[in-house]
């Protein structure tokens, strides 16, 4: 009884810390932390191999706390151990006392796991409910690129389960045998508002994992030998080929130890004044119950000192180069090749030139041209194959970023607003991820608006007017309107340290540059220099407006043409070529409002000196049509109507 009397009392210890912490934040989830004392008592003081003075070794073992609200009881754990935190160049142990500066404004001890505020045991940002899972995925990803035997823990909510990616996640664990991972599912019965539904009872969830095909442990999570047991079976699966993945289903009490912070009502309460001191009164008397003593030695486990090896980073082909050697030459003396394919190619030459690309898909490869990376059997050991659940895949490319990859997830530009948080979780983690989503704006024609993406430049816009923690913009939005514009971007967007998304197109489109053409993130190309207006067109619509700049030069308007290819972008430059058009700018893109035109607008508008910006953009729901141009004309954006909306901004009529 030895063992379990001293995780008792570390148990009970931790769940004092967790409810002094909470009490003098004013907020927080104690009853939460409660329910996972002996999971965390057990996990972190004997079976998970780090280095508490280095919590962010690559081969120490990870855990993801999914079940982020429970946070304080993690907090507690890391203060006793003297985990360090702070800063890169500025950390040290933990203390006690920082454990009780939780969720203020100058703490690292933030209200959520938050690795960029300077907590480095965790590699992602949580709290979000059901994306932790598909976190833990990715890191294993990357440990078994790497060659390291790391164990990936990840604490999963009961309440949370009901979460569909949750069960996403469980398939892609399946799919890629990833026994590294070991799913803890927290079964304490109360979620925030009353119980969990029978669907999320201990019992049914173990059943939903077999049916997954999953062997489960279904224990006491306050059995201290149950939960050792459990985590020992997690590790002889992990080594054993034959095994099925292993997923731990543990019963536990909301408010474990204390009887009056049990039951509903007390989700998100911390225990104050009488309240605090009773609850702890009743851990103490908990403690007297089960003779807790720490009377066995805890010591944590040892990790492999090993590294992986570092990055081969060599330049990238060039495009021609790359479509002679990957079998396009054809394609290139056409002079006209989608974006989509371009990006495919780019992708592939990418993975030959940097073994830290990972490349991620959602079963739509054969239209993203992902495939171009799959099929290369050099590289197919870096293709995660991810099928119809895009929102596992952008958490998973977090969890890869967490192991030092650079995630590539391709997708239609539609299906990726399925992902919005899951991709907003990831910016908060500090992740390192791009994004290209293919079948963007209505040039995709045939297939309809539910296949088509038009409010996504909006909302990823919003994240390029914000700064990340070491001052980066928090995304770039690329847009190219041209085969060797894609392909340079999809090279540059490896380059930047941070999260960007690129917009590609269907149709082929005609080459407007070429190999001495340079692009960079924030940049914007001249096509056409004049005096009379400027139009600042993307994507597909650069080509629509170059038609119209020559019905326009036919009028006698001399028209300026800008390729806007990136947000954000140099705001400063643009309104140079604005004011040597008269301040008159008209801009141009195939998705609804809130996008490229207005980013511009804005620019305008804080320089204050008195441009005149008019935006065309699609203002009617759009619908199937059998051509690009039976599209670009039911929105009003042809070439025709661009040359109209222009004389009439310049009050002309045709001549």
Known sequence: MSFDSTIHAKAIELTKLAY???????????????????????????????????????????????EGHAVPIIYAACADLGVHIGKPGAARAMTREDAMTLRAI??????????????????????????????????????????????VFCIIGDGESREGQIWEAIDFIKDHDLKAVCPIFNANVYAQSAKVSPQQSPDTLAAKLEAAGFVVALIDGHNPTAVSDALSLHAQHQHDPKAAPLAIVAKTIKGWGSASQQGDGHHGKPAEGDELNKALEELDATARFFGATADTPLKISLMSPKK??????????????????????KALDKGKYATRRAYGIALRALGHARSDVVALDADVSNSTFAETFYKDAALKERYFECRIAEQNMF?????????????????????????????????????NFKIAGSHAGISLAADGPSQMSLPDVAWFRSFATIQRPGGERGFFILQPSDAYQAYALTLAMAEYNGPVYMRTLRPDTEFLYSEENNFTLGGF?????????????????????????????AQGIDATLVDLYSLPFDGEALLDLANENNGNILTIEDNYGGGFGSAVADVAAADGSGFTVQQMHVTRLPKSGRSTDDLMTYCGLSSAHIVQRAMAMLELSPA
Do not use: W
């Open 395 to 431: 958490s998973t490319a977090a969890g890869l970023s967490a192991g030092g990859k650079i995630p590539f997830c391709s997708t239609f530009a539609k299906f990726a607003v399925r992902g919005y948080d899951q991709i907003e979780m990831a910016v908060n983690s500090g992740a």
């Open 106 to 151: 100058g703490s690292v001890v933030d209200g959520h796991p938050n690795p960029v505020e300077g907590f480095p045991f965790f590699d992602t940002a949580t709290g979000s409910l059901g994306q932790g899972l598909s976190h833990a995925a990715g890191l294993a990803c990357a440990a078994r690129l790497d060659g390291l035997d790391k164990r």
């Open 525 to 553: 190309e001249v096509l056409t220099p004049g005096r009379d207006l400027l139009i600042v067109a993307s994507g597909y619509m650069v080509h629509e407006a170059n038609k119209a700049i020559e019905k326009l030069d």
């Open 308 to 329: 992986p090896d570092a990055p081969k980073v060599e330049p990238a082909m060039t495009f021609p180069e790359a479509m002679a050697k990957f079998g396009q030459q």
């Open 20 to 66: 002094e912490m909470t009490a003098a934040a004013g907020s927080g989830h104690p009853t939460s932390a409660a329910s996972l004392s002996h999971i965390v008592s057990v996990l972190m003081y004997k079976h998970m191999r780090y280095e508490p003075a280095n919590p962010d070794h690559p081969s120490s073992d990870r855990l993801v706390l999914s």
